[in-house]
């Protein structure tokens, strides 16, 4: 009970309206809101990881997710979820949100959801204590703090019904369009409303008349309330009998519209599927004449209803009850806005001193700091803060790859381009330019397939039949010179840091029960440092609390393959500084180190 939003209160919302997200993300910004009140859209047909909006002349990302439970997941505190599925899968949606549960509201706008479907529906959620707003609603507002979709209308006709702040009157209506036409009568005879909702115009709605008022009956922000019914239904009825009984006992202005209905000779229904009258208790006339009767303040006619407005207001206001607002400062919406064609979400130079992932350069560049260059590369390439033995791992592999000699065909490449007279920075370039699936490329294999293998739980004889069905050799495993007697002393000490620091090593362990079998058949077939690099990779982002989904991410985007670059290029370049420290000259491949096989070209006729 109570409040039914707050200026802190998130939503999720189902399908990518554009429109209806920027309006809100609009009307946020007007009232200087602190976080967007969209925390996640679920687009199950896009391929897209977010969309791009305006917050005032700037832009903000939204996250996109393919599924309600994804978004959810991601965005636990999101309590509200705004449904804009069509009406053949409104349902679907909605009831996989209530079996998921942590989710206060759900508002749904499609209109024409089969009565029986809706009514199993809406009691459901009641029995969970989960307020359905809908179907066939244009939503709610709780003015200065949370406004759903398309509610209220434009920026400017929301400031102009003073919706931009609280007012003191609860609003609870049918009609969407009649909501925003209160909202700017309630702006002119009175100060604004606390707290609307416009239930929806299906016969059978989730949250009712009675459930609203009571709420707004809790909310100190309302003084008083305004009911604007409709012919059809017996909704009011509760009303009726819980201002009888005292459950509601502030005052509430009440009309039911559609009082015309009796000059036609048979039955009319009135836009909505619910205003029409299947009996004379169902009429809007026999309504008014009820309430009225029951003490709720009742116009005359529709017509009559803004001066009954004010007038409720101006005894509550003479009677201490409502208070003078004081109107806050908005921002307001720029009428010009243009997208931004690049997206950074890593640094940040519009300051005084740029920062690394929302850290001061300064704050972990300095040796006084004790950041490392682990530290940075987990702030730019992760925008995480891992731990130190994390970060003391990630130098450790850039310092155990730095470089393999002059023979291997980066550092030669490199070597030979340098003779040639280039740069600095086109000679390591060309060193680069080998890094790929035969050179360097084995540690994001060995993270590949291994994690594969331990995923499905493959044995050890499994795993090599399966890299053997691939025609894949295993990466990660082999060694020219070194074997089980020789030991390559750079994989002993990454194995020895893992063991001392890691909380966990599942993968590296899982590797071990692969290198015995291996080491069985050719004792050279050992765990390689590429392999016990990319392993080792893996057990650390499992460590520190990534997804699997997400390790596979990175995996796929070459992540592990960045390491070797970043190491390798400290390697090309001290060999490109040793060829010009040199001056060593033009090089040129020895002929006799080429078999040539020239053969006259065949003449084609």
């Given at each position: 009970?109570?409040?039914?939003?707050?200026?802190?209160?998130?939503?999720?919302?189902?399908?990518?309206?554009?429109?209806?997200?920027?309006?809100?993300?609009?009307?946020?910004?007007?009232?200087?809101?602190?976080?967007?009140?969209?925390?996640?859209?679920?687009?199950?047909?896009?391929?897209?990881?977010?969309?791009?909006?305006?917050?005032?002349?700037?832009?903000?990302?939204?996250?996109?997710?393919?599924?309600?439970?994804?978004?959810?997941?991601?965005?636990?505190?999101?309590?509200?979820?705004?449904?804009?599925?069509?009406?053949?899968?409104?349902?679907?949606?909605?009831?996989?949100?209530?079996?998921?549960?942590?989710?206060?509201?759900?508002?749904?706008?499609?209109?024409?959801?089969?009565?029986?479907?809706?009514?199993?529906?809406?009691?459901?959620?009641?029995?969970?204590?989960?307020?359905?707003?809908?179907?066939?609603?244009?939503?709610?507002?709780?003015?200065?703090?949370?406004?759903?979709?398309?509610?209220?209308?434009?920026?400017?006709?929301?400031?102009?019904?003073?919706?931009?702040?609280?007012?003191?009157?609860?609003?609870?209506?049918?009609?969407?369009?009649?909501?925003?036409?209160?909202?700017?009568?309630?702006?002119?005879?009175?100060?604004?409303?606390?707290?609307?909702?416009?239930?929806?115009?299906?016969?059978?709605?989730?949250?009712?008349?009675?459930?609203?008022?009571?709420?707004?009956?809790?909310?100190?922000?309302?003084?008083?309330m305004i009911l604007l019914g409709e012919v059809g239904g017996t909704e009011e009825y509760k009303v009726i009998e819980a201002?009888?009984?005292?459950?509601?006992?502030?005052?509430?202005?009440?009309?039911?519209?559609?009082?015309?209905?009796?000059?036609?000779?048979?039955?009319?229904?009135?836009?909505?599927?619910?205003?029409?009258?299947?009996?004379?208790?169902?009429?809007?006339?026999?309504?008014?004449?009820?309430?009225?009767?029951?003490?709720?303040?009742?116009?005359?006619?529709?017509?009559?209803?803004?001066?009954?407005?004010?007038?409720?207001?101006?005894?509550?206001?003479?009677?201490?009850?409502?208070?003078?607002?004081?109107?806050?400062?908005?921002?307001?919406?720029?009428?010009v806005r243009r997208p931004k064609q690049f997206i950074c979400t890593i640094s940040d130079d519009r300051g005084e001193e740029?920062?690394?992932?929302?850290?001061?350069?300064?704050?972990?560049?300095?040796?006084?700091?004790?950041?490392?260059?682990?530290?940075?590369?987990?702030?730019?390439?992760?925008?995480?803060?891992?731990?130190?033995?994390?970060?003391?791992?990630?130098?450790?592999?850039?310092?155990?790859?730095?470089?393999?000699?002059?023979?291997?065909?980066?550092?030669?490449?490199?070597?030979?381009?340098?003779?040639?007279?280039?740069?600095?920075?086109?000679?390591?370039?060309?060193?680069?330019?080998?890094?790929?699936?035969?050179?360097?490329?084995?540690?994001?294999?060995?993270?590949?397939?291994?994690?594969?293998?331990?995923?499905?739980?493959?044995?050890?004889?499994?795993?090599?039949?399966?890299?053997?069905?691939?025609?894949?050799?295993?990466?990660?495993?082999?060694?020219?010179?070194?074997?089980?007697?020789?030991?390559?002393?750079?994989?002993?000490?990454?194995?020895?840091?893992?063991?001392?620091?890691?909380?966990?090593?599942?993968?590296?362990?899982?590797?071990?029960?692969?290198?015995?079998?291996?080491?069985?058949?050719?004792?050279?077939?050992?765990?390689?440092?590429?392999?016990?690099?990319?392993?080792?990779?893996?057990?650390?982002?499992?460590?520190?609390?990534?997804?699997?989904?997400?390790?596979?991410?990175?995996?796929?985007?070459?992540?592990?393959?960045?390491?070797?670059?970043?190491?390798?290029?400290i390697g090309f370049i001290g060999h490109v500084l040793d060829e010009k420290r040199l001056a060593m000259p033009m090089y040129?491949?020895?002929?006799?180190?080429?078999?040539?096989?020239?053969?006259?070209?065949?003449?084609?006729?």
């Amino acid at each position: 009970m109570g409040k039914l939003f707050t200026r802190d209160t998130q939503a999720i919302f189902w399908n990518n309206n554009k429109t209806a997200i920027q309006r809100m993300l609009d009307y946020d910004y007007t009232i200087k809101r602190e976080t967007p009140s969209v925390a996640a859209i679920v687009a199950p047909t896009s391929g897209n990881k977010f969309e791009k909006f305006f917050w005032g002349g700037d832009e903000i990302m939204i996250p996109l997710y393919k599924s309600t439970a994804e978004a959810k997941a991601a965005q636990p505190q999101a309590d509200v979820l705004l449904n804009f599925a069509s009406f053949r899968t409104a349902y679907d949606v909605t009831m996989e949100a209530l079996n998921l549960g942590g989710f206060k509201t759900i508002m749904i706008t499609a209109e024409g959801i089969p009565e029986r479907l809706a009514r199993g529906m809406n009691a459901y959620a009641r029995e969970l204590g989960v307020v359905v707003i809908g179907p066939a609603t244009v939503g709610a507002i709780a003015p200065g703090a949370f406004k759903i979709a398309n509610i209220g209308g434009t920026i400017e006709n929301i400031i102009n019904s003073k919706l931009h702040r609280a007012g003191s009157c609860g609003l609870v209506t049918r009609s969407g369009g009649l909501f925003n036409e209160l909202s700017n009568i309630i702006a002119i005879n009175a100060d604004g409303i606390a707290e609307g909702v416009a239930i929806g115009g299906d016969r059978f709605v989730g949250s009712v008349f009675i459930d609203n008022l009571l709420r707004m009956q809790e909310n100190p922000d309302v003084k008083y309330m305004i009911l604007l019914g409709e012919v059809g239904g017996t909704e009011e009825y509760k009303v009726i009998e819980a201002v009888k009984s005292g459950k509601i006992t502030k005052p509430i202005i009440a009309w039911c519209i559609g009082t015309i209905a009796k000059y036609y000779d048979s039955g009319v229904q009135f836009g909505h599927a619910g205003a029409s009258a299947n009996a004379e208790r169902e009429t809007a006339e026999a309504k008014n004449k009820a309430m009225a009767e029951a003490g709720i303040h009742v116009p005359a006619t529709f017509n009559d209803l803004p001066a009954k407005i004010r007038e409720v207001y101006e005894d509550l206001k003479a009677k201490g009850v409502i208070g003078e607002i004081e109107e806050p400062e908005i921002n307001i919406v720029p009428k010009v806005r243009r997208p931004k064609q690049f997206i950074c979400t890593i640094s940040d130079d519009r300051g005084e001193e740029a920062t690394y992932a929302g850290f001061p350069i300064s704050s972990v560049a300095t040796p006084d700091t004790d950041k490392g260059i682990g530290d940075v590369i987990s702030l730019l390439w992760f925008k995480k803060q891992y731990p130190k033995w994390a970060t003391d791992f990630i130098e450790t592999v850039i310092k155990t790859v730095a470089d393999h000699g002059p023979a291997v065909s980066g550092a030669h490449n490199a070597k030979v381009t340098a003779r040639a007279g280039k740069s600095v920075v086109e000679s390591l370039v060309t060193g680069l330019l080998t890094i790929g699936p035969r050179f360097g490329g084995a540690i994001d294999g060995a993270a590949k397939y291994f994690k594969y293998a331990d995923d499905n739980n493959l044995s050890p004889k499994e795993f090599l039949s399966y890299m053997k069905k691939e025609g894949v050799p295993i990466p990660g495993i082999g060694h020219r010179i070194k074997s089980l007697k020789n030991p390559d002393l750079r994989v002993t000490g990454l194995m020895n840091y893992a063991a001392e620091h890691f909380p966990a090593t599942p993968l590296l362990d899982y590797a071990k029960t692969v290198e015995a079998l291996t080491t069985s058949k050719k004792e050279n077939l050992i765990l390689n440092v590429d392999g016990t690099i990319g392993i080792l990779m893996v057990d650390m982002w499992r460590a520190l609390g990534y997804s699997e989904e997400e390790i596979n991410e990175f995996i796929e985007s070459g992540t592990l393959n960045a390491f070797f670059i970043v190491g390798r290029s400290i390697g090309f370049i001290g060999h490109v500084l040793d060829e010009k420290r040199l001056a060593m000259p033009m090089y040129r491949h020895p002929m006799d180190d080429i078999l040539y096989d020239v053969k006259k070209a065949e003449k084609i006729d």
